[in-house]
């Protein structure tokens, strides 16, 4: 599960800890002579240039290429905040992905820190699609050229953002978004098989979330999703559904749950 509640950086140890594969010096043998090996720590250096610092650091768990596999970290720049007018504070993050086997570019994305209930949402990736870096050289003015579009997108994110507070829903949307958001944990079959009481889905844990807006509905039904926060009854057992621990799951889920979401705009 992505950690973006942490407000102060990363040593260099604390993330090597974390994930030894950011700090691999040499690519995989299977990789091709067309490849050029960029070490993710030297973007790490580099993103600090630009103010932004790691709060959290990930890898896959991998039994074959250990040190190649793909890993994760999350920025965060101080100076880079959304204050809304409802007191509703969000952080964005970028999210650089990569590997040293040769399958994965670095890649771009952007998640929202909200300080109100702690739990990260990551957008969509139909905005920041192409925020790519190939492993085929690498400078320094280019990641700053990626940084800076992903910053020039948030007013985009800004956008939706207001428009899901602005857009009020029926208990019976409330539901059906709740109904939807459960396809991005389980099959189409499972639905129809388990039992899940969606009305408990869509029940804030917390005052600030109380409302019928979008916006609000979305991050209760987000939250739990992630943190496996319901139970679902199979047959004549019930069980509580498992925490999303895998960053890649992770970050499918939270792309799929954004989508849904501004589907109901």
């Given at each position: 599960m992505l950690d973006l509640s942490k407000d102060g950086f990363l040593t260099m140890n604390e993330i090597k800890k974390n994930a030894p594969s950011i700090f691999t010096s040499t690519p995989s043998p299977d990789t091709s002579e067309k490849y050029t090996h960029i070490p993710t720590s030297v973007v790490i250096e580099d993103m600090e240039k630009l103010g932004w610092g790691v709060v959290d650091a990930k890898e896959v768990k991998a039994r074959k290429g250990v040190?190649?596999?793909?890993h994760l970290l999350v920025f965060r720049n101080p100076d880079v905040v959304i204050n809304g007018e409802d007191g509703d504070t969000v952080f964005p993050h970028v999210l650089?992905?990569?590997?040293?086997?040769?399958?994965?570019?670095?890649v771009f994305k952007c998640a929202l820190f909200r300080m109100v209930c702690e739990n990260g949402l990551v957008i969509s990736t139909q905005d920041f699609e192409d925020l790519k870096i190939r492993h085929m050289g690498y400078t320094f003015d280019e990641l700053q050229e990626k940084i800076k579009g992903v910053v020039e997108l948030l007013p985009l994110t800004v956008e939706s953002m207001n428009k899901m507070k602005q857009k009020t829903l029926e208990p019976k949307q409330s539901i059906e978004l709740a109904k939807k958001a459960l396809t991005t944990r389980f099959t189409e079959d499972q639905i129809k098989v388990f039992k899940i009481d969606l009305k408990e889905l869509t029940k804030p844990v917390r005052d600030e979330d109380k409302g019928n807006d979008l916006w609000s509905v979305f991050n209760v039904i987000q939250e739990k999703i992630i943190s496996g926060d319901f139970k679902y009854k199979m047959g004549d057992k019930v069980r509580k559904a498992r925490q999303i621990?895998?960053?890649?799951?992770?970050?499918?889920?939270n792309e799929k749950l954004w989508e849904i979401a501004g589907s109901f705009v």
């Open positions: 040190g190649f596999q793909k650089i992905s990569n590997s040293h086997d040769g399958k994965s570019s670095f621990k895998n960053f890649q799951q992770d970050l499918k889920v």
